[in-house]
């Protein structure tokens, strides 16, 4: 099997500070290596709440604000590739409300929908209550590799 190189990219559609990019596209790659999953492509799109209340209307049929919708665009069993819209202006609203820093909200949500195309949901309380845990325990690494 040949070995595929991951391609990761940030695309800002909304104004957010993400630094050490090179190092978080780095842990991303490593985040699916430990989930056992193959990642080709993943891109991830900075918006507004109103750019990502449309995008949930318009593909999930859902009228509300979310703070993350993730894409998956690969077959199952096919190697990962996604798209992950993450709502700027919520990350720094939950921030606010959760009182965590805009920096690591917006970690969270990065991982979060990293892990959702490794196969974790979050509808159930079980499965949201596994997805905060595998949240954290990224959180923990990330912050430990610095």
Known sequence: ????????????????????????????????????????????????????????????????????????????????SGEIYISVDRVRDNAAVFGSSIKRELHRVIFHGALHLCGYKDKKPREEKLMREMEDKYLALYGRST
Do not use: W
């Open 1 to 80: 099997m040949r070995a595929i190189n991951p391609r990761i990219q940030f695309h800002f559609l909304h104004p957010v500070s993400l630094q050490e990019r090179a190092r978080l596209k780095q842990f991303i790659i490593s985040l699916f290596q430990k989930e056992k999953k193959r990642l080709t492509e993943l891109q991830y799109i900075f918006c507004s709440d109103q750019r990502l209340l449309e995008i949930n209307q318009q593909f999930l049929q859902h009228d509300f604000y979310t703070d993350i919708i993730t894409f998956p665009l690969s077959d199952p069993g096919q190697p990962i």
